[in-house]
């Protein structure tokens, strides 16, 4: 099983942020998935990417060719492929994985999150996303998915699932994901 991972390319100003970024690179590794994100060498992308190597797990990257040329592209990793644009991102990070996750970040992991989860209400995949709620970052976020779903502006499969720690996220991911 591969996890898609979104988060941010800085670090933020929450140490328990960076630290539950490590510790999902870790996690996924020791139990013996690998973690397909957005290949850059920077915040928290680079520490999930780091800790999962250090672990001995598997990490494939992948990201747009002109962030290559910034020099932004993770060099030690299992593989890494370089797409045309963000949008190629999106859809071979989907392609390549069973699950998402996404940890803190910007407009770059809300973009990633919200195409996926639009994706998933349209009837293109059924992988379950999650939040890792470090430190309440995403709660904003759920109390707006629900007043979304009780105003009546989502349908379909709308569920996003949440947890506050690396091991719970996962458990709940892999309890989500779809038999055959």
């Not at 139990?31 to 494939?60: N, Q």
């Not at 949008?87 to 989907?94: F, I, L």
């Not at 992991?109 to 639009?118: A, G, I, K, P, Y």
């Amino acid at each position: 099983m591969n996890i898609a991972v979104f988060c941010g390319a800085n670090t933020g100003n929450d140490p328990a942020i960076l630290q539950a970024a490590q510790a999902m690179g870790r996690i996924v590794a020791q139990r013996g998935m690998g973690v397909v994100y957005g290949g850059g060498h920077v915040g928290l992308m680079g520490a999930v990417a780091d800790a999962a190597l250090e672990a001995g797990g598997k990490v494939i990257g992948v990201i747009p060719g002109f962030m290559v040329e910034k020099e932004l592209a993770h060099q030690g990793l299992t593989e890494l492929l370089i797409v045309k644009d963000m949008h190629e991102r999106k859809m071979r990070m989907h392609e390549l994985s069973q699950a998402v996750i996404a940890l803190p970040g910007g407009f770059g992991t809300m973009d990633e999150v919200f195409e996926l989860l639009t994706w998933r209400q349209l009837g293109l995949h059924q992988k379950p996303i999650g939040l890792l709620n470090v430190n309440g970052f995403y709660s904003p976020l759920l109390d707006q998915v629900a007043r979304m779903e009780q105003d009546g502006f989502l349908h379909g499969p709308t569920r996003i699932l949440s947890a506050s720690t690396v091991d719970g996220i996962l458990d709940a991911v892999e309890a989500a994901r779809p038999v055959g």
